[in-house]
């Protein structure tokens, strides 16, 4: 089933300024229930535009949107979406548990699982010590985890979530990232747009890139790394014939181990070499390109 499906959306903005400015053009994308999709992307590449387009706080110059296949255009199909804007801001003069109430009521949440629930989310985003303070006292990273609270609130099967970790220390982020795990464990669909490719190579299983508002490439992480593989650093114990290694570099390590690399493409005639000098491998390792060197590459040729 689809999850979120955009066919030719377009944004075209006119300002006194920079006059015509072409945010988004023509972006076909569809994303299947229970995947997580990471949408990359420099800053002013599109990403907001494209969940704002999504979530209804902007019209489209051009094409539309479909969420579990009911128009985006259709405020019924934001039922089911846990949202989580780019720079959340909120009535700070609430507790988290107060504006949390808020949220569970414009979702017409029973009573008794609007508390449950409330307890629940502030719980697993490390709010509760902090639940009945008013918002203003709250930092930027509690802010943010309020966001995501909120988002989970009503238990979705769809997260379209803006720059999840902005503002977040190493702490919070690997509560993010762990709660996205958590959240495809049981069959939810992320969308979350991010600049920073390790979050996209820890948790996603595709990833689109986005640059000048124009959707350059969508492939799985999964493939991605795999392509991006040059070479292979291999330990080989030194109890056969070395010289049948001359051609290749190594470095010496402890108990009797040698470090080679070589080329993806010597790989197989290396293995072979392994084989007639009757050494034994501890240790194949892949030396790849991440997703960083990918997305870098995509930018420089833009």
């Known amino acids: 089933m689809k999850a979120l499906e955009i066919t030719g959306l377009s944004k075209i903005y006119k300002t006194k300024?920079?006059?015509?400015?072409?945010?988004?053009?023509?972006?076909?994308?569809?994303?299947?229930?229970?995947?997580?999709?990471?949408?990359?992307?420099?800053?002013?590449a599109g990403k907001s535009t494209t969940i704002k387009a999504i979530m209804g706080l902007i019209k489209p110059s051009k094409g539309d949107?479909?969420?579990?296949?009911?128009?985006?255009?259709?405020p019924h199909s934001r039922l089911n979406i846990g949202y989580l804007p780019e720079n959340p801001s909120f009535y700070d003069f609430l507790t988290?548990?107060?504006?949390?109430?808020?949220?569970?009521t414009s979702f017409h949440m029973a009573d008794n699982l609007l508390k449950s629930?409330?307890?629940?989310?502030?719980?697993?985003?490390?709010?509760?010590?902090?639940?009945?303070?008013?918002?203003?006292g709250y930092s930027k990273g509690m802010v943010q985890r309020l966001g995501l609270a909120q988002a989970l609130l009503h238990d979705p099967e769809i997260y379209i979530l803006d720059e999840p970790m902005s503002g977040l220390d190493p702490l919070g982020r690997?509560?993010?990232k762990n709660l996205i795990k958590e959240l495809k464990a049981h069959g939810k669909t992320i969308f979350f747009s991010t600049h920073i490719t390790a979050d996209v190579e820890a948790v996603c299983d595709r990833v689109g890139i986005i640059v000048n508002g124009e959707l350059r490439a969508v492939d799985k992480v999964e493939s991605i790394l795999?392509?991006?593989?040059?070479?292979?650093?291999?330990?080989?114990?030194?109890?056969?014939?070395?010289?049948?290694?001359?051609?290749?570099?190594f470095?010496?390590?402890?108990?009797?181990?040698?470090?080679?690399?070589?080329?993806?493409?010597?790989?197989?005639?290396?293995?072979?070499?392994?084989?007639h000098a009757n050494c034994e491998v501890d240790l194949v390792e892949p030396v790849r390109k991440n997703i960083e060197s990918f997305f870098l590459e995509l930018v420089e040729k833009r």
Request: proline share 3%.
């Open 17 to 44: 300024k920079a006059g015509v400015v072409n945010a988004l053009s023509d972006l076909n994308l569809v994303i299947s229930s229970g995947e997580v999709f990471g949408f990359l992307g420099p800053n002013g």
């Open 65 to 74: 949107a479909l969420i579990a296949g009911v128009p985006a255009s259709d």
């Open 96 to 104: 988290g548990r107060e504006y949390l109430y808020f949220i569970g």
């Open 117 to 136: 629930r409330t307890n629940e989310v502030l719980d697993k985003m490390e709010l509760s010590l902090a639940a009945d303070r008013p918002i203003r």
């Open 174 to 176: 690997a509560l993010v």
């Open 226 to 249: 795999e392509k991006g593989i040059t070479g292979y650093n291999i330990h080989v114990r030194t109890g056969g014939d070395i010289s049948l290694f001359s051609g290749f570099d």
């Open 251 to 275: 470095t010496e390590r402890d108990s009797g181990i040698l470090e080679f690399y070589t080329s993806r493409a010597l790989f197989k005639q290396f293995m072979e070499i392994v084989v």
